[in-house]
């Protein structure tokens, strides 16, 4: 489930009424919680503050999350340019 997804259930809110108080149609809350579309830092901005005034706390991080579908991450971070590190921790020490 998406983190939007979650958050809007957590809000006991609409996609209507989420876009309304964003500034977004609900065709937009449904494509960002699908994971078709990506909202824009300022639309996420938006969101944090609707949560918050619901005493929810919200994070960037946390809306922007890779999340999971069927098992697998979901498209923009399963991207070819996304690229594990390389080496750890203990081979740059020498240890």
Same mark, same amino acid.
Request: charge should be negative.
């Given at each position: 489930? +998406?983190? %939007?997804? =979650?958050?809007? &259930?957590?809000?006991? #809110? ?7 108080? @964003?500034?977004?149609?609900? +065709?937009? %809350?449904? =494509?960002?919680? &699908?994971?078709?579309? #990506? ?7 938006? @969101? ?48």
């Amino acid at each position: 489930m +998406s983190p %939007i997804l =979650q958050l809007r &259930k957590r809000l006991k #809110v609409s996609q209507a009424d989420l876009g309304a108080a @964003l500034g977004v149609t609900q +065709s937009a %809350i449904s =494509q960002y919680e &699908k994971g078709t579309s #990506v909202p824009s830092p300022e639309i996420v901005r938006r @969101l944090i503050e609707f949560a918050k005034t619901a005493g929810i706390e919200v994070s960037f991080e946390s809306i922007y999350a890779p999340s999971r579908k069927n098992g697998a991450l979901d498209r923009a971070a399963a991207s070819d340019d996304v690229q594990p590190p390389v080496g750890s921790l203990d081979e740059e020490e020498g240890v």
